[in-house]
């Protein structure tokens, strides 16, 4: 019978950003260097950590907004493997919050594990006065130890988060992240979990559904309508080649006349069009086919993007 709990490892992945940078100066939240130290030096430099086993693997080392494909693949395929292993109870993935909301969302469209997968990051650099990834990286492991835990979640500044809800809100201040209208998921306080909503769930579409190239996946991009949109910007894109396009529309998801003649023209050429709204909140409601409901712009160009893919697979 397998071991359960906390008693079986947790696989720390890290992946650069700002909770392993570093700047010349103690005070400085802004000047500095992304993805600097590795993902060991992280975990050996909380004590606190010794008391769970843990297994630490560097996956990337990168500044989160220089996220690639690339990186995405190889982070997807060394999640899985892990959480295949019978010795392995959870997985915490070190990041930066560039993209924090993007990886999350991928990672809960294709694993949707049965174990835990949390993400954290930091807003502040690991030579910070008061830096936040220390303790961010302690509440992530806390969370990933609680019995039951289950999907990809993520910590930040104590709150809790699905992975499939996260959007970053705040280009600075510590507490940058929410779900929109959905909200936090709990709170881990004093090293307790104090859980207010049901743990994510979602059916996964599996690893093997990233496995080509990454060269080779869909390009899809992502345009806003704003006073003035003409739609040129989405004639030229589909001129270069694109395989979707992704509309941050005004309010509802509406476009503006010019750019709706654009993404038509780009419907008519076999381009895939999805809907959503640049409002930080609500869902698009009743806007017809294509329509993302709740997602971000950068959360459906990954659904469209995995729903492109998935079309390529051959039949099975």
């Known amino acids: 019978m397998a071991m359960e709990g906390p008693a079986r490892k947790i ?21 500095y260097r992304a993805a600097q130290l590795g993902v060991q030096a992280l975990v ?7 008391r769970w086993p843990l297994e630490a693997e560097q996956v990337a080392q990168i500044d989160s ?26 997985i915490v993935v070190t990041h930066g919050t560039d993209t924090l909301e993007e990886t ?13 997968l949390v993400l954290t990051a930091a807003m502040r650099p690991a030579t910070a006065l008061q830096a936040d990834g220390p303790q961010n990286l302690l509440d992530a492991v806390t969370l990933a130890a609680e019995p039951g835990a289950r999907g990809v979640l993520a910590v930040m500044a104590g709150q809790v988060w699905s992975g499939a809800e996260l959007r970053k809100r705040h280009p600075y201040r510590l507490d940058a992240f929410d779900a929109g ?20 769930a979602g ?28 739609g040129r910007l989405v004639d030229a894109v589909c001129a270069q080649g694109v395989d979707g396009l992704v509309v941050a529309g005004v309010g509802n998801g509406q476009v503006h006349a010019g750019l709706g003649a654009a993404l038509e023209r ?12 640049r409002c930080s909140g609500g869902v698009v409601v009743g806007a017809g086919a294509g329509a993302y409901g709740a997602l971000t712009p950068v959360q459906a160009r990954i659904e469209l993007m995995l729903g492109l893919l998935a079309q390529r697979r051959p039949a099975r």
């Open 11 to 31: 696989v720390v992945l890290g992946t650069g950003g700002t909770i392993a940078g570093t700047a010349a100066r103690p005070e400085d939240h802004t000047g």
């Open 44 to 50: 050996a430099a909380l004590p606190a950590l010794q």
């Open 65 to 90: 907004a220089d996220m690639t494909h690339a990186v995405w693949q190889r982070l997807v395929q060394r999640a899985a493997a892990h959480m295949a292993r019978e010795d392995v109870g959870a």
């Open 104 to 116: 999350a969302y991928l990672l809960h469209r294709l694993l949707a594990p049965a174990k835990p």
């Open 181 to 200: 209208d959905a909200g936090a998921l709990g709170a881990i306080e004093q090293g307790v979990l104090r859980r207010w909503r049901d743990w994510p």
């Open 203 to 230: 059916t996964p579409l599996g690893a093997a559904l990233v496995e080509a190239d990454p060269a080779q996946w869909p390009r899809v991009e992502i345009v806003t309508s704003h006073a003035g949109s003409d």
């Open 266 to 277: 780009a419907r008519g050429q076999g381009v895939a069009v999805a809907v959503t709204t």
